[in-house]
């Protein structure tokens, strides 16, 4: 028996996939269950603590995001009831893609060349060949493999940092507080790739950025909550900072009078480097709900203690 807890506005379009993917499961949204003792798997996106609360009987919770933190964090879910964020290729290929353009147009100038426009001035930025361009992932987990995967065809200086050493073919990679510094003096544009957990929550702040190459830029594609967000300003007003790609916020929709809005250093995406694919995702569900319910292993448990 399944149960889902998912964005009210495409709840139906989600049932119809996962229904599709899996036809041997009853499958009912959470809301408006009055038997909820009879449901021992939960498929959800980001469900508030009040939804899961009656569902005691849970031995399994899928989630349909690849960021768990608001799952991991909600009181309502036993801690040693198994959770699996979500690994999906078709993701990895989206944020890969992400990245790619970001890192691109950084690379060739573009927010230069949009300020030049909006002047009218003709104004040639110097020209750096990618592979004099060091980009650093903060993380080397699904997501930050798959984009330096993709950076690879394009001859970037590819470094990455993660919590234990995690070796990659032809990239750079550091651990630790040492290795996080080491690798940040050599970097001109990094990427943040990071679960946010409590010991990443307000890691991009003053300190990480003073210790960037001076004019480096920021591709935050991972959360808000992993920057300080007046240290970000500070840095770009100062110069430290030269560019900020953000897709991710501290709070979403970002609020109309956000000042990240009209800074001219500051390109403000709405959270869409990565988005699930219902399709590929229900496939992902379907193949672990399958694992659970034989015993075989899960693929994405999250360890709850680490927070990812
Ligand atoms: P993942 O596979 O779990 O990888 C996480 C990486 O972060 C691992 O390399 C891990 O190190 C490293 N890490 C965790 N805590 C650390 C710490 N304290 N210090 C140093 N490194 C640490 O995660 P993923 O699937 O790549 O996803 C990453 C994040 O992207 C998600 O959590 C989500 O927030 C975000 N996301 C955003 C979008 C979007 O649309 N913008 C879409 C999807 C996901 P180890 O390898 O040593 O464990
Ligand atoms: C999106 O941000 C996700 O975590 O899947």
Redesign the pocket.
């Known amino acids: 028996m399944l149960v889902t807890s998912l964005d009210q506005a495409e709840e139906s379009a989600w049932l119809a996939a996962l229904r599709a993917t899996i036809p041997a499961e009853e499958l009912v949204p959470a809301n408006g269950v009055t038997d909820p003792a009879r449901f021992d798997v939960a498929i959800v996106a980001n469900p508030r603590p009040e939804q899961l609360a009656p569902f005691a009987a849970l031995r399994f919770v899928q989630s349909l995001?690849?960021?768990v933190e608001k799952i991991v964090s909600n009181a309502a879910l036993p801690l040693d009831v198994p959770l699996a964020?979500l690994?999906d290729p078709t993701?990895s290929q989206t944020?890969a893609e992400a990245v790619a353009a970001h890192v691109l147009a950084l690379h060739r100038n573009h927010p230069h060349y949009r300020r030049a426009q909006n002047a009218r001035r003709w104004d040639e930025a110097a020209m750096v060949p990618a592979h004099a361009r060091a980009v650093a992932f903060?993380?080397?987990?699904?997501?930050?493999r798959a984009s330096l995967a993709l950076l690879a065809h394009l001859g970037f200086e590819r470094l990455a940092?993660?919590?234990?050493p995690?070796p990659i073919d032809g990239v750079r990679t550091f651990a630790g507080h040492e290795g996080l510094r080491a690798m940040l003096a050599q970097t001109d544009i990094l990427v943040n790739?990071?679960?946010?957990?409590p010991?990443?929550r307000g890691i991009v702040d003053g300190r990480l950025l003073s210790a960037l190459k001076p004019g480096a830029a920021l591709v935050n594609?991972?959360?808000g909550g992993h920057v300080v967000d007046a240290d970000l300003l500070a840095a770009l007003d100062a110069g430290q900072l030269g560019e900020a790609v953000l897709?991710?916020f501290h709070d979403e929709p970002l609020p109309p009078d956000h000042p990240f809005w009209a800074h001219p250093r500051i390109q403000v995406f709405p959270?869409?480097?990565?988005?699930t694919d219902m399709v590929s995702a229900a496939a992902v569900a379907a193949a672990n709900i399958r694992a659970f319910r034989e015993g075989r292993p899960i693929i994405g448990l999250v360890d709850r203690g680490?927070g990812?």
């Open positions: 995001w690849a960021g964020r690994i993701m944020m903060l993380g080397t987990g699904e997501l930050a940092w993660s919590r234990a995690r790739l990071l679960p946010l957990t010991a990443t594609v991972a959360r897709d991710v959270h869409v480097a990565g988005p680490r990812y």
